[in-house]
């Protein structure tokens, strides 16, 4: 009777170790939606989207230097002792004011008719003119525009190339957050699997013990078989602590990638039994040259260096400026129409020798230039070498779990012979524990063959950058 119960108790183990894989199918968009999930709430991918956000403000920034500027500016300024400005005109001044007021002292003698009665003039050392031009104040908007200046327009250019090449970080960050979500999730599908593996081998580690120290009681075994039993039970629940743990550790960098509470819990997707689907090696090839970002933000940073090359010979051309003042100014704070003012003002800066400084700027944007090339040429062929790797390495997970499948109906047959052979008394519970340990350790390796297709089919999606986001 005990052992006709553990072998029924063996054979439901069996079937249902063997359906381990399949999986509760809750939705077909379920991992999608968690892609989605992670491009919304992934806040490393958040930052990557402020620095995007942060590019096209530069650029409507560098847009506004095209139009003109518009300040409100007032200065006055009060000093005490000799004016500078007095003492670089007195000596000029003085002579010619002394000799106005002796004409006017002699036409007054003379009493010429109709002069008028005017005052003395300040010289230089009068306290009233030292005054004056120590005290004044002006208040005036000043509208400036940029009439020619090659450097505004070529800093556009940059700001503008740069914004694309935000844009392609960000992407590319993307795509290896899809990479990330996807490989975690297997993981921890996998993870689930290996708890179920270790969960029903506990079951017949446990039953195991049960039958042999019933056996024990009758006296049919030694006690070394209910300690090899027992030893056997402990080795197994230590195996499903820590696969229990790994299983709690995937979902926690899961839901991390989420954005999410670590402990959320995870629904489950149905995993196709045609889960590889294969194109040519020559196909992947041509699509991550033609999409991956990374290749794409080294082709763009060229046209960054060309831009920057750009603006270093706008720094050698001229520069021409408008300004309009107008506004009060005088020795005092009035604003009357006899002390407002208009002033129009051009500007002209150009930059006709800088001893080589200028042309030094020049050949170093141009090497930045020849750098970002040699980038490119390196990272293509860089490119296909991590196609070709991620494809054979497609190829050769697929071989090893139609190897492992084939392992695993081995070894089910096998257990299922020894077994039958056991109840007929033609093997002993050592050949029922190794055919076991076997079967375990075999439906373990079909896991991990089964999840390692998937990573490292979601490595060359990564690799050939060919995954299509849904809009």
């Avoid at 958040?46 to 620095?51: A, G, P, Y």
């Avoid at 079909?446 to 390692?452: C, I, L, P, R, S």
Wanted: glycine letters at 2%; hydrophobic letters at 40%.
């Amino acid at each position: 009777m005990l052992r006709m119960n553990k072998l029924n108790l063996t054979i439901c183990a069996i079937l249902l170790i063997t359906t381990v894989h399949k999986v509760i199918a809750q939705s077909d968009n379920i991992l999608e939606n968690y892609i989605k999930i992670a491009i919304e709430s992934n806040v490393a991918l958040k930052r990557e989207t402020l620095n995007f956000e942060q590019s096209l403000e530069a650029l409507k920034e560098a847009k506004r230097s095209f139009y003109p500027t518009v300040s409100l500016n007032a200065n006055f300024q009060t000093a005490a002792g000799q004016n500078l400005f007095g003492l670089q005109i007195q000596d000029q001044l003085d002579g010619f004011l002394r000799n106005l007021d002796m004409i006017n002292n002699s036409l007054e003698q003379l009493d010429a008719p109709n002069y008028p009665d005017l005052p003395s003039y300040l010289t230089g050392n009068d306290q009233g003119l030292n005054d004056a031009l120590n005290q004044n104040q002006q208040t005036f908007v000043r509208l400036a525009i940029p009439v020619y200046n090659a450097a505004i327009i070529e800093n556009h250019k940059i700001k503008k190339e740069l914004v694309t090449l935000s844009k392609l970080s960000q992407e590319y960050y993307k795509d290896e957050l899809v990479k990330e979500v996807k490989t975690t999730y297997y993981h921890w599908l996998q993870a689930g699997e290996i708890v179920k593996v270790f969960e029903n081998a506990l079951a017949l580690a446990s039953e195991n013990v049960r039958t042999n120290r019933s056996l024990l009681n009758n006296s049919k075994i030694t006690k070394d078989g209910l300690l090899s039993a027992e030893a056997r039970e402990a080795e197994v629940n230590q195996e499903l602590i820590t696969a229990r743990k790994n299983q709690r550790l995937a979902q926690a960098f899961f839901n991390f990638l989420l954005n999410r509470a670590y402990d959320m819990s995870i629904n489950q997707t149905e995993i196709d039994d045609d889960i590889i689907n294969l194109q040519s090696l020559s196909f992947y090839e041509q699509l991550a040259l033609s999409q991956r970002r990374d290749l794409q933000q080294i082709i763009q940073l060229q046209s960054v260096r060309e831009a920057q090359i750009g603006l270093e010979k706008a720094t050698m051309k001229p520069r021409v400026n408008l300004a309009v003042d107008a506004g009060y100014r005088g020795n005092e704070y009035a604003f009357t129409t006899e002390d407002d003012f208009v002033a129009v003002g051009a500007q002209l800066t150009w930059n006709v020798f800088t001893f080589g400084k200028s042309k030094a700027k020049i050949q170093q944007a141009q090497l930045d230039q020849e750098i970002a090339k040699t980038l490119e040429e390196e990272l293509i062929e860089k490119i296909k070498i991590e196609v070709v790797e991620a494809y054979l390495e497609v190829e050769a997970a697929y071989e090893q779990l139609a190897a492992a499948q084939k392992e695993v109906n081995a070894s089910q047959e096998e257990l299922k012979l020894v077994m039958r052979k056991f109840e007929l008394g033609s093997a002993n519970r050592l050949e029922i524990e190794s055919a076991e340990t076997d079967f375990q350790n075999a439906q373990l390796r079909e896991v991990a063959a089964k999840y390692n297709v998937l990573s490292q089919k979601a490595s060359l999606e990564r690799a050939s950058s060919s995954y299509n986001y849904e809009e």
